[in-house]
Structures are given as C-alpha cells and as structure tokens.
C-alpha cells in the first residue's frame, strides 16, 4: 500500500506525536502530510519521513501562531493531492480528518479527541482566552463546528482513543469508533523499594485550565500535606505558586529522569481534570503508584477502583480532599507495587499496533495487508 498519514501540527513531541510515531513504525515509507511542521522539536522517528506542509505552514509565524489560523485549516486541509493513496490515516485532535481523498483509498482516522474548543470545553477555552479570542470565538466556532461534523461523513472507519472519546464521536459527529488506546511507553517506568517512597502526592502535567490544577492546590491547601507540582508553562507555574501555601511545591516543567523518579517516590497521583484519554495515570500505575483521579473521561478506562487507585465523583476541592481522606484511610500507599504495574502493560505498544492492525484487517482487502 501507498500510505499518507495526516496529523495536525509538528511542533513538539506530546501525547498525540507520540502515537504519530508508533504509525511511523508501522508504516515506514508512510508520507506525513501537517499544517505546520518544526523539525527541530519533532522526533528523529518522524524526520525521517517525507513531511509535507499544507498552506499554514507559509503563513507568517506560523509556528509560534497556527492556532490563530485555525479558520484556515479546512481549506488548506482540501487543498492537498493525495492523489496515489491506498490509504490514509488521519490523526485528529486538531483539524486533520477533512481530507479529500481518492474514490479508491481507505481513510482511517485515529481520534485523540473531538476539537475540545469547538465542542465539550469550548466554555473553558473560550473563558481562559484573551480579549480578541473571546469576542472571535462565537463569531467562527458556528462555521467550524458545521464544517467539523461534514468532515467526519468522509472517514471510512473511526478509532478512538478511549471510551469516552468514542461516545463523544457518537455524541457530535453521529458516527460510531472502535476503542484503541493509545501507546504508553510502559517500559520507561519502574517501581522503587518501599523503603525509598516519599510521603508527598504528584500532580503532573501541563498547567492547562481543563486539568484542574486549581482544584489540586484548594484540596492541598485544605489538607496540608505535601503536594508536588509538575509542569508548565513558567507564566501559569510562577502564577500559581505566587499564593500557595508551603506544603505544595512547584518544580515547572522538569526532565524526564526527574518526573520519573518523583512517579516511582510519590504516594499516589491526583487527577482531578477530566481527560479524554490520559497517558500520566497509566506511566505512575507503571511505575508501582496508585492514581486519585476524577471518575469521568481516560480515567474509566485506565484506573480500576479500590484495586489501581481510586476515583472520585465531585470535580471539586472538597470531592478530592474526600478521595485522599479515603486513601489515606485504605492503605493502597502500603500496596504490593506488582499488580499496578502488570495493568499498566495493557497499554504498551504491543496492545496499540494490536489493535489498530485488527481495526484495518477488519474492514480493508486482504490483499492490501
């Protein structure tokens, strides 16, 4: 087969790129096709393929700006040829399933969400906005969102990320999605002797509204005990820690070898925002840790109750001070690091190629696999 695969933006190396390069494995000679594209802080996995850029990419700083031009991407998405293509693989989470392929090509798309700020999260979004964004966004979100749900008529088969991703396709675009979840690189991750755990709890990520860090540092300030924070961006970071209490420490955006190591010590993870899939539970659950997590979204998939962690169900300070009560009352800390680990290797790369391969040998000829 000749295959093309569509992703969104190349402009780092996140949870969706992450996925990007497992396809880039499984089809070597696969031709990349985005609206913006940066070299320089894209994987030697994925440079080195043929990575072709739609118009966004010309535009002036699109690097730095291509969520600006987001009412331009159907357009430039329509304008490619992709004429010779045997199949096609769309990897949405922003603009990318719109494509207009050949009458006899395959076009699978791998959903890691619906456009959250067109759909689900378009309050918090368009709340957490500056001043132009919020008056532009009631303005393009009608025409995007008419646009958004045509595109899907085009898809051939959908595959989603998670369970709630997959009802959110149903619940949007009136189409139905196979469940895949995405690749966790499991292997990365190992628990630590008992006697080396910390006494503090792990909140990571990126200081996004919609992961609730607020809620994280309310709870904490609440409890008093210690809380590790995570992530950045340094604006967002140096905003909050600005009027938290001592007990909750801010490490920014860390490496690797740091983050791994305070989800080997921590007591458990908190999670309280709600994900559509949610690769940080599964990488402390690799590493031996339990996860505290709101019980909507990823989470329903990745942590089982009582046994990997515990799942609250208020989206609040006082639903989360709750849960770790409840945790700290149940001795999960204390808990045989084994099981944690043998659950988290259900989302390995093994199980995603797995399922993506069963997905095309289900609905593609034979004699194209």
Same mark, same amino acid.
């Given at each position: ?6 992703? !969104? ?23 990349? !096709? ?44 329509? /304008? ?102 995405? +690749? ?87 999670? +309280? ?13 690799a590493s031996g840790r339990p996860v505290i997590a709101y019980g909507r979204g990823g989470a329903l998939d990745t942590v089982v109750q009582g046994e990997t962690g515990l799942l609250f169900q208020e989206q609040s300070a006082d639903g989360l001070i709750q849960a770790v009560c409840a945790f700290e009352a149940s001795g999960m800390a204390d808990a045989d ?24 040998? /289900? ?7």
């Amino acid at each position: 087969m000749k295959v093309a695969i569509i992703h !969104y933006w190349l402009v780092g190396m996140r949870g969706g790129e992450k996925v990007l390069e497992v396809f880039c494995r499984m089809f070597p000679d696969a031709d990349i !096709y985005t609206h913006v594209y940066n070299p320089d802080t894209t994987s030697s996995t994925i440079n080195a393929h043929h990575i072709t850029q739609t118009a966004i990419g010309r535009l002036p700083w699109a690097r730095r700006l291509y969520q600006s031009y987001l009412p331009l991407m159907p357009g430039a998405l329509e /304008s490619l040829d992709l004429t010779g293509y045997d199949l096609v693989i769309s990897s949405e989470a922003g603009p990318a399933k719109g494509v207009i392929v050949p009458p006899d090509a395959f076009h699978l798309c791998y959903v890691h969400s619906p456009m959250r700020y067109l759909w689900d999260q378009y309050t918090v979004y368009r709340n957490g906005a500056g001043r132009l964004t919020r008056l532009a966004m009631p303005l393009l979100a009608p025409r995007l969102r008419v646009w958004d749900v045509a595109s899907a008529a085009r898809v051939d088969h959908f595959v989603a990320n998670s369970t709630h991703v997959a009802n959110r396709v149903q619940k949007y675009w009136r189409r139905t999605a196979e469940v895949v979840h995405p +690749p966790v690189d499991v292997r990365a991750f190992a628990p630590v002797d008992v006697a080396k755990r910390g006494d503090f709890y792990l909140w990571a990520g990126e200081l996004a509204p919609y992961k609730r860090p607020d809620i994280a540092i309310a709870a904490f300030r609440e409890l008093g005990l210690p809380l590790v924070i995570i992530g950045g961006p340094e604006k967002t970071r140096a905003r909050l820690a600005a009027s938290a209490p001592r007990n909750i420490t801010f490490l920014g955006k860390t490496d690797f070898r740091t983050l791994r190591s305070h989800m080997a010590h921590c007591k458990a993870l908190v999670f +309280p925002g709600e994900e559509d899939f949610g690769i940080v539970p599964v990488e402390v659950m690799a590493s031996g840790r339990p996860v505290i997590a709101y019980g909507r979204g990823g989470a329903l998939d990745t942590v089982v109750q009582g046994e990997t962690g515990l799942l609250f169900q208020e989206q609040s300070a006082d639903g989360l001070i709750q849960a770790v009560c409840a945790f700290e009352a149940s001795g999960m800390a204390d808990a045989d690091p084994a099981p944690l680990v043998a659950h988290a290797a259900r989302f390995d790369e093994t199980a995603f190629r797995t399922g993506i391969q069963k997905n095309l040998g /289900s609905v593609l000829p034979r004699d194209w696999l």
